[in-house]
């Protein structure tokens, strides 16, 4: 059983610990999003930090029920009830159509499907790709920028939003730290 245990508890700490790392890594910039549903509720929060091993997005929501769902980030930073149209079209500086599974993609701003479980939490961390965050091509230019979950999982292909289906919860990003 002392075998069993050690084997096990090992691997739980090293993830736990891999978790923990972005805390004990400097960033030199962070942006956050209050997450906000259609009726205004919250809906949690998202974080960008940039740091010296790339750019990291952290999210911790609530999904309305457990699933599969699309999330983006938007080229504008406004969410407006209850459509979160004016969140604009996905972050697509380098005008590419949408999706990894699309050959003329993808845009930056597509990320991967999130999933809730029976608690309906949307718990993650990962490394962004070919995303800047400030700057005339960053995310947060003249019109700011948005992370949007959608009501169904994204088929990765569709132009111009994957099949998603309406935004359900939208945040808009702010920056909280430079240095
Ligand atoms: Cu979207
Ligand atoms: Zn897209």
């Known amino acids: 059983m002392r075998k069993f245990l050690t084997f096990f508890i090992i691997p739980i700490l090293a993830s736990y610990s891999t978790l923990q790392s972005p805390m004990a890594v400097e960033a030199s910039e962070v942006i956050t999003a209050d997450l906000a549903r259609a009726d205004g509720s919250s809906a949690g929060v998202a974080t960008i930090s940039q740091r010296r091993d790339g750019v990291f997005l952290r999210l911790s929501a609530l999904a309305p029920a457990a699933g599969t769902y699309g999330m983006h980030l938007h080229a504008i930073g406004k969410c407006q009830a209850p459509d979160f149209a004016s969140a604009g079209p996905h972050w697509n500086p380098d005008m590419k159509q949408h999706g990894h599974d699309n050959p003329m993609g ?21 490394k962004l790709t070919n995303i800047t965050l ?14 949007v979950i959608h009501e169904k999982a994204d088929d990765y292909k569709t132009d111009p939003s994957g099949n998603s289906g309406k935004r359900i919860i939208c945040g808009v990003f702010k920056s909280v730290k430079r240095n």
Do not use: M, R
């Open 134 to 147: 400030s700057g005339p091509t960053g995310l947060l230019d003249a019109d700011g920028g948005a992370i």
């Open 106 to 126: 993808a845009h930056d701003g597509d990320l991967p499907n999130v999933d809730a479980g029976a608690d309906l939490k949307i718990a993650l961390e990962y």
